[in-house]
């Protein structure tokens, strides 16, 4: 079964789930083939029970974690919210907004899971399986996998394994004595590189810098502070 993003509105749950089994097996994980230059970052925001979706995608400057660029789209999705199957909510608007961008992020960290994911299917392996940018994920819950609790110190981390073993990724700790980040891989992009890029990316708050400016806008977006389109490093105090 090969269905658009454009028709996921369409499909039933079974057929979602054949989606996701398909889009399983074209994920690579694979370490970078240079150190990325820009990061992008990637978010969405929704009311649980409305089908409008505001979708941005923020690119970073890699070394500095400033914002270079963004794009943000608002969407419409009538997929039925279901733990498992957010993907089929979200990514069609974030691809739209990857289509928007001018150039292109050398690695995408999307606020969501990557392989840490009963079906390894998160909404970042879902995205990777559909654009050509390597993608991770950085959520703010455990979705599914066992782990010990990291030391309560800044960038300790800690294995996220699957029942049999498998390592799905880490659960990483941000800030001192605050709750840990979910860290896996999504497409084209390999374990160790997903935690190097986002221990570099902390910042001063619990969020790596990518999700946590994407959030930033597209918060800023729904509530009528941004517009949609493509935009550059405008005049604001936003950068």
């Keep these: 079964m090969d269905i658009s993003p454009n028709a996921y509105d369409t499909l039933k749950i079974p057929e979602a789930t054949v989606v996701q089994r398909n889009l399983r097996n074209s994920l690579t994980q694979i ?4 150190p990325p230059i820009t990061i992008g970052g990637a978010d969405i925001s929704l009311n649980r029970f409305s089908e409008i979706i505001y979708a941005g995608i ?40 990857i289509q928007l961008l001018k150039e292109k992020p ?8 990557g392989i840490a994911h009963p079906r390894r299917m998160g909404i970042a392996a879902h995205l990777g399986a559909l ?12 979705l599914y996998g066992n782990y010990e609790e990291p030391s309560p110190t800044k960038g300790d981390f800690s294995a996220l394994l699957a029942a049999d073993g498998e390592r799905l990724g880490y659960v990483l700790r941000t800030k001192n004595k605050v709750k840990p980040v979910y860290i896996s891989p999504g497409n084209h992009i390999d374990l160790a590189d997903c935690l190097r890029i986002a221990q570099h990316c902390i910042g001063n708050y619990r969020i790596p ?3 946590r400016r994407a959030h930033e806008f597209v918060n800023l977006f729904r509530t009528g502070k941004l517009s949609a389109g ?10």
């Design 31 to 34: 370490p970078l083939k240079r």
């Design 58 to 97: 923020v690119v970073l400057d890699y070394e500095t974690l400033q914002p270079l660029h963004y794009a943000l789209v608002q969407g419409k999705a009538s997929f039925p919210y279901v733990p498992g199957y957010l993907a089929f909510r979200e990514v069609p608007a974030l691809i739209e907004a």
């Design 106 to 113: 050398d690695v995408l960290m999307v606020d969501g899971h």
């Design 131 to 142: 654009i050509d940018i390597p993608t991770m994920g950085c959520a703010k819950k455990k």
């Design 209 to 211: 810098e990518p999700t």
């Design 230 to 239: 493509y935009h550059e490093r405008p005049k604001d105090t936003l950068f």
